[in-house]
């Protein structure tokens, strides 16, 4: 079964119709909640056989575990039935048994448990405690125990154990000398090959055999990075990887990690880094190499797969298609099927009948919906950087003289894409254009795009969107006198950043979450991503030996310099921001008479789940840019 990531949307299952139907009209406001619907059921992954698929639905306001039989529709079911706690995730150990965590949040204490399908016995795996685990993938069963890693006996660390699903004690494997980061099994559950990682400095270590040390055969920095995907078929010594050693990109190569060097190149590409996906775990096979330049694109090594996948693409024009989920045999696939316009849906494909089947529309109110597309753009900034983005007009047919939000992406090392986006098209959909840049920082485009966002927090990553929109506005595209920024997290950060230093460029700023002050930001770093500090010394810098800087792109300090309108929304859950700095911001600007708006959920954490919140938020919004843009 691969190993992707599975994103959360709703299912219904009926066969799949390519057509759009009629549009709205252009001119048409859409409803601010038909942007965020809140997907009902999430999270579909076929069984091993490729009889069932499981997925997460709402039952009595809380997430359970639901099951769509292929062969005979009679015996699905729902299989779960919290009713004061959400099933947060769950995987198939096996056909017959599922493996899942449930909890009031995913803060809270560790519940883990085992049921069968079939006869719904259910067996907790440990006792309820306050400590994280982390499963080591593939979630292969062996005989009766799972692997896995848990910090209960020190926070900041993680030991190997030996998870048993019939509810015996755990056993612990090898107790974490401290500097561990990874552990990697071989197909045959054995654990030959580990990482440790100081987040400045990595090493990989090997050993042939489980009763034998591990030794260090490789050594980089923070910088450069070998990724583990899987064992090549029949060998323990030798890996698919992705690797970026001695290159600017990630690249597919083979490795040695009994000699600790790299022994061919597989595939790379001229642009940007490849994806860590397209290993078979039960195939012991590369299937293909995947990449984004603006849409997701796969390179095939599997001749068979490929034929398929065309088989596939064709049903859908030229719609985006990620694989998801397969089973053991290749011949049942889940799918999730997208344009930069259409929300998209998750689908089962039957390769030997080659029939797909709708089980979820994402967003079933848009689906009609006439949306704007998104355009992809590059400039040079002024030292000469090449920076990609992308604009998303609004449908009024005027690409003269346009209002602008420049939409900060978080991380920062994230990147932008021409998915779909419901906050774009949100505010498109309201007469924006909307402008979208990967900085410098933003991951995808190598290390040396990344490392030239290093400590440039408040420096050249705010001037990359200064350069962005002075090339818009020299374009015609942009009104000089309407530029708005707006963002959550390091994008929010941004828009505070920009509201004290750059108040003549923009009109007014909207920051979800930003952080005021990255003293506090380091402060609150919590136990288990302690070995990640060091790490962002480098890339941001360290607060104690360069007090100066901090304080000088923290925006609570120099929130007089402030001159525009500012909508800043905050949890009261928020780890990384304090409630104290944000109070402090906000009243600052209150007492120079700069417009504010001010919201707390104090139930919310950096991003506002719950519905109702989400919806006034984006009310506030549409009000703010509407009185001030």
Known sequence: M????????????????????????????????????????????????????????????CRNIFVLDLQEKSKSKQLTYQSDMNVQYFFWASDSLIVYSNSHSPQDSLRIYSIFVDSERTTPLLPVKNARLRWLAPHTLHDNYLLATLNNR?????????????????????????NISKWFASPDGKVRLAMTNDSVQESILYRTDENMPFQQ??????????????????????????SNENRDRLSLVEYNVSTGEEERLIFEHSEVDLQPVGYSDHLQELI??????????????????????????????NQSIDILDTDTSMRHWIVKVYTDVHAGGIYHYNVLADTAILLEEMNPK???????????????????????GYLTYPLTGKRETLPVVVLVHDGPNRRETSDFDAEVQFLAN????????????????????????????????????IDGVTWLIHQGIVDKNRVAIMGSGFGGY?????????????????????YTNLFTYFREIPPHHQQYVRLFYNIIGNPSKEYELFKAISPVFHADKVKIPVLFAQGGKDRFSSLTDANQFVQKLKNNNVPIKYIYREEEGRRFRNEENI????????????QYL
């Not at 997701?296 to 398929?308: D, L």
Request: net charge positive; with cysteine; charged share 20%.
């Open 2 to 61: 691969f190993r992707f990531l599975l994103w959360t949307f709703v299912v219904c299952l009926f066969v799949v119709s390519v057509s759009c139907g009629s549009k709205q009209n252009t001119d048409k406001l859409i409803p601010i909640e038909d942007f965020f619907v809140k997907p009902e059921k999430s999270n579909f992954k076929i069984s091993p056989d490729g009889r069932r698929i499981a997925y997460l639905g709402v039952d009595d306001h």
């Open 154 to 178: 020190d926070s900041t660390v993680f030991d190997l154990y030996k998870i048993f699903v019939d509810g015996s004690a755990p056993q612990l494997l090898i107790r974490n000398p401290g």
């Open 217 to 242: 055969i490789a050594h980089t920095d923070y910088q450069t990075s070998i990724r583990p995907l899987g064992f090549v078929k029949d060998s323990h010594t030798h890996i698919y990887a992705l």
């Open 288 to 317: 293909f190499s995947q990449y984004t330049i603006n849409k997701v694109k796969q390179h095939f090594f599997h001749q068979t797969f490929q034929r398929h996948f065309d088989k596939l693409s064709a049903k859908f024009g």
């Open 366 to 388: 848009l689906s009609r919906a006439n949306l704007s597309p998104k355009e992809p753009v590059s400039f040079q900034s002024r030292d000469g950087l090449t920076l990609h």
């Open 430 to 465: 309201r007469g924006y254009l909307v402008f979208q840049l990967n900085y410098r920082g933003s991951s995808g485009y190598g290390k040396k795009f990344w490392a030239a966002g290093f400590k440039e927090w408040g420096g050249k990553i705010q001037a990359d969107m």
């Open 494 to 514: 941004s828009a505070l950043h920009a509201a004290t230093y750059n108040s003549s460029f923009y009109k007014c700023a909207i920051s979800m979450s930003g």
């Open 615 to 626: 919806i006034n938020y984006y009310q506030e919004v549409e009000a703010f840019l509407k």
